[in-house]
């Protein structure tokens, strides 16, 4: 395992000598709130290590609201009705402080986005351009459920560098070539003594040992799909919704959008939007059919979808990394976790 | 208020048992330590999963809309103006509810409570006039009043306004509040200033509709930012969309608002809904001295007319 | 990368009216771009997405077979905003495809077989590609017997009547036209519904005939029991699905049955598959 040191002294100093290879996006605190949103970093601007994620950095790579093509609907012209992707900037961009298990997230989001058949060039070149520099949470809180879900405040798994704060500095492990790079251009290249390994270790140890909050799905694994389907428990777990977009929006993992278009006299655009499958119009047809109608069906899709669907379609545990934003923030405290343990009875 | 719980729940018993109702609806026990989540109870075994207390915050009235069955309700009294609402706006009928009023003094503000500490809340303990707020490492005990919604520090109706049965004995009502503080605050910017503030305002809006849905006046079938045929608003992060959502959806709420606070509490970006819904309640109060749900014999003033309505903004 | 949101340019060659009523037309479409219809090789019973710039798009099942070369035929029903638009559209319009889209008829699986083909009102676009893409001279030998059973409301109603007519006399192919009721005294095929016509005219199954199944979800409804009476097992019936559908390419998330994106998965599942998933379509 390689270590970099950086003494925090020296860390404002390297993240601007970063700039010049890289565009920079982390945690920034938002005006008159306690919490955090991440952003590009403006002129010596530094990212906030410390500050509660509201939204999930899914945003940097896969911003709200995208525009896909730009286009003419003015009969004159030759190109009326051509569809053109507009120039998108995918320079490279290094995004700081995200967590472990957010980074991790960004896997399951690729295997929506980058699959054999099909590539989304706007999410696929834009995650081609990053690179990951994670922080460890060294203290998680009481929703952190993220090593039931196969990560953990430590896991490396998504991130290129993991950043360990120790209290005098940063221990940064390089995960990958690409952060090896970054750490290269932030002029950050002094290795770490012998032990620092075993202090990864250690802290690692030790921030899993304060997670509190576990999930087990075991059993939903070996359910069938029709048998939890028809369960009927759903009543009293939908009751409370509101069908809001809150948890999807929030969630790390979750990618449903929306295609629409938008003019302006002649001229236009495609938008690729956020959606959620709470929106009672998710799947509404033309016909005025609508599958899922109810909000139990809504509630069941997503729960179904998240345990479910996606750990039967790629064999690879639940479409959730444990992060606790959805816990904490429904309106009416609908937790992914209980819910988990019904299914999972 | 405390004790309002065991006469909800012997209430409760006793609906089920006898057949009156089909369920309760009311609070169970959150899974985190400032919240409750809202549930139906159906078997008069399970009425032991019902909670009350300062937590209570989200309109139950929301959960009633177009429901056939019979229910009993627990309301407080922002809650019972809304079924006031429901039952002249035809979402509901009067005989399908029994309504277990409830006095209240206030909610507390879990995100204003989240702000004041730097570290994870893990328990909060209600005692009377005092919350005890504990984390991992500390422990503070500090007043209920300071803690308040702000809509509950400007309540002129505590007591439920319709009810079948109540659980505790009727509160005082608050006298000598200035209830548009904030509103004249803003009124009194001018434009550039008053521009300004509302963006900033609503620049965190990811468009979620906890705002909406939340509320229990926003029950139309397809709301209007749903509509594509004609399309009255974008569906991308545009400035103007936005600010078209909050707008609209304030003015729909005119005349209808009761200031229960659930738009504010469900936002997840901490965005203060609230700025616009208390100025139409103002203008409503001002032009046709109508406060929202008061009874069910009074019709809202945007669905009547009277002769001596004001008529100084027709030019 | 190749983005696959982009769609290929077409510009509309023709546009028939395909029903009395005038709610579906049938529309032509030639690719600006030669090397762009190369690129959109397609098989019976694929959809593509047709983009109208300024309104949206929609899936739509291909009606052309790909035994015809040089356009591409969608016959569209007119349901909303975007087909709206197009139904409003003329020849010489310009607008996009993107496709071909989902998985197609098991064309591999039904080669040496019998095939029955039981399609109602106009979801039987892409059971037009797939009978000339079986009749056609250079794969009719690679198919058993084909039995159809189409229907509609009235004759008016028919989609496609003069070639409905011409395969009716030929021999390699067994036609039962039905309508649901009519007072046209020249009216020469079966009047009925489509199950009981099935039931009636249909061939009894064996391991080597496949059934393809495709209409509204009421003549589903009661087409599949008489299916099952007429011996056919639940892996041998064929059908093609609708959904909510807006990326076409298994990305938005939005037209999943269970694990299954109609999209992408589908839209030709058998009964079989069918009966493990969810019912949300």
């Known amino acids: 395992m390689k270590v970099i040191k950086i003494d925090k002294k020296a860390w ?44 999930s950095p ?50 399951i989001l690729k295997r929506n986005f980058d699959t054999p058949e099909y590539k989304d060039p706007y999410w696929c070149n834009s995650f081609e351009a990053s690179t990951f520099i994670g922080i460890a949470v060294n203290e998680p809180d009481s929703t952190d459920f993220s090593t039931s879900t196969k990560t953990g405040p430590f896991d490396t798994s998504g991130l290129d560098i993991l950043l360990v704060d120790t209290g005098d500095d940063y221990l940064a492990q390089v995960v990958t070539p690409k952060g090896e790079k970054y750490l290269k251009t932030a002029g950050w290249e002094v290795e770490a003594g012998g032990d620092a390994a075993n202090k990864i270790e250690e802290m690692k140890k030790a921030a899993e040992a304060k997670i509190s909050s576990h999930i087990s799905f075991e059993n939903i694994k070996n359910k069938s799909i029709l048998e939890l389907y028809e369960a009927d428990f759903w009543e009293d777990i939908s009751f409370a919704c509101i069908n809001c977009g809150t948890c999807t929006y929030v969630c790390p993992t979750c990618w449903c959008f929306d295609i629409q278009d938008e003019n302006k006299g002649n001229k236009g655009k495609r938008h690729k939007n956020w959606d959620s499958c709470m929106f009672p119009i998710f799947t509404l047809h033309t016909t005025g059919h609508n599958p899922r109608e109810t909000k139990l069906q809504r509630v069941r899709q997503r729960f179904m979808h998240k345990l479910k669907y996606f750990m039967d379609k790629y064999n690879d545990g639940i479409m ?21 343990k019904t299914m999972n009875s | 208020m405390l004790e309002y719980i065991d006469k909800i729940k ?38 032991n999963n019902l909670v009350w207390d300062s937590l209570c915050t989200i309109n139950l009235a929301n959960y009633l809309t177009d429901r056939k069955e019979k229910i009993g309700i627990i309301a407080k009294g922002c809650d019972s103006r809304n079924i006031v609402n429901h039952i002249i706006e035809n979402k509901i009928k009067r ?15 879990r995100k204003k409570i989240s702000s004041m500490f730097d570290q994870e809340i893990t328990e909060i303990i209600e005692k009377s006039d005092q919350i005890i707020v504990k984390g991992d490492a500390f422990e503070e005990t500090l007043n209920k009043q300071d803690l308040l919604a702000e809509n509950c520090s400007l309540c002129l109706h505590r007591n439920p306004v319709i009810y079948d049965e109540l659980a505790g004995e009727l509160v005082e009502e608050q006298k000598d509040i200035d209830t548009y503080k904030a509103v004249n605050k803003i009124e009194a910017m001018d434009s550039a200033e008053k521009r300004s503030y509302f963006e900033d305002l609503l620049s965190g809006c990811i468009r979620c509709y906890a705002c909406k849905n939340a509320c229990p006046l926003c029950y139309c079938p397809t709301c209007f930012v749903d509509e594509s045929r004609p ?17 609209l959806r304030a003015y729909h709420c005119a005349g209808r608002c009761t200031d229960c606070g659930s738009c504010v509490q469900a936002c997840p970006m901490g965005i203060d809904v609230r700025a616009f819904t208390k100025k139409l309640e103002k203008d409503c109060f001002n032009l046709y001295g109508w406060e929202a749900g008061l009874s069910v014999d009074q019709p809202p003033p945007l669905s009547t007319f009277r002769p001596d309505d004001p008529e100084d903004f027709i030019k | 990368m190749k983005n696959p949101y982009l769609p290929y340019p077409v510009r509309i060659d023709n546009i028939e009216i395909a029903t009395e009523d005038k709610s579906l037309k049938t529309f032509k479409f030639v ?19 047709l983009s109208v710039t300024g309104k949206g798009e929609i899936p739509i099942g291909i009606a052309s077979s790909p035994v015809e070369k040089g356009f591409v035929t969608f016959t569209v029903n007119k349901a909303g905003l975007v087909t709206s638009h197009l139904h409003n559209m003329k020849a010489g319009d310009i607008m996009g495809i993107r496709g071909p889209l989902g998985n197609s008829y098991p064309w591999d699986r039904l080669e040496g077989k019998n095939i029955l083909i039981v399609g109602g009102g106009f979801a039987f676009t892409t059971l037009r590609s797939s009978i000339v893409y079986m009749l056609d001279p250079a794969n009719r030998s690679k198919f058993g017997n084909i039995d159809v059973v189409y229907g509609a409301r009235s004759p008016g109603m028919l989609l496609y009547k003069e070639e409905l007519v011409q395969w009716e006399e030929r021999d390699d192919i067994n036609m039962h036209i039905t309508v649901d009721g009519t007072d046209d005294p020249d009216w020469k095929y079966n009047i009925g519904f489509v199950p009981p016509v099935t039931e009636e005219k249909a061939p009894r199954a064996d391991e080597n005939t496949y059934a393809i199944v495709c209409g509204p979800p009421i003549m589903i409804k009661f087409t599949l029991p008489v299916l099952e009476k007429l011996g056919y097992s639940h892996d041998h019936i064929i059908m093609s699905l609708e959904n909510r559908m807006k990326c076409g390419i298994g990305m938005c998330g939005r037209c ?26």
Request: proline share 6%.
């Open chain 1, 12 to 55: 404002a100093g390297g993240l601007e000598k970063s700039r010049s290879g890289y565009k920079l996006f982390g945690p920034v605190k938002e005006k008159n709130k306690n919490f955090g949103i991440f952003k590009e970093l403006g002129e010596k601007q530094m990212p906030d290590l410390k500050i509660e994620t509201r939204l």
């Open chain 3, 31 to 49: 690719f600006l771009n030669k090397e762009d219809e190369e690129k959109f090789a397609y098989r019976a019973g694929q959809f593509a997405e």
């Open chain 3, 256 to 281: 999943n049955i269970g694990k299954e994106l109609v999209c992408k998965d589908g839209p030709v599942f058998t009964l079989d598959e069918l009966n493990e998933t969810p019912k949300e379509y």
């Open chain 2, 10 to 47: 012997k209430l409760s018993e006793k609906l089920l048992t006898e057949g009156k109702v089909d369920m309760i609806i009311g609070f169970k026990k959150g899974t985190m330590p400032m919240i409750h989540e809202p549930c139906i109870v159906k078997s008069p075994s399970d009425v």
């Open chain 2, 95 to 109: 005989e399908q509810l029994t309504i277990i009023g409830v006095p209240c003094k206030g909610m507390i503000d």
């Open chain 1, 320 to 340: 959730c990394v444990g992060c606790g934003r959805c816990v904490r923030l429904c309106p009416v405290n609908i937790d992914i976790r209980t819910v988990c």
């Open chain 1, 58 to 107: 899914k945003s940097v790579i896969y911003p709200q609201s995208e525009v896909m093509f730009e286009y003419s609907t003015d009969e004159t012209r030759d190109d009326c009705n051509l569809m053109k992707a507009p120039e998108k900037d995918c320079s490279p961009r290094a995004i700081i402080g995200i967590s472990p298990y957010d980074a991790a997230a960004f896997l």
């Open chain 2, 231 to 247: 399309q009255w608003v974008g569906k991308s992060q545009n400035p103007t969309d936005i600010e078209t959502f909050h707008f």
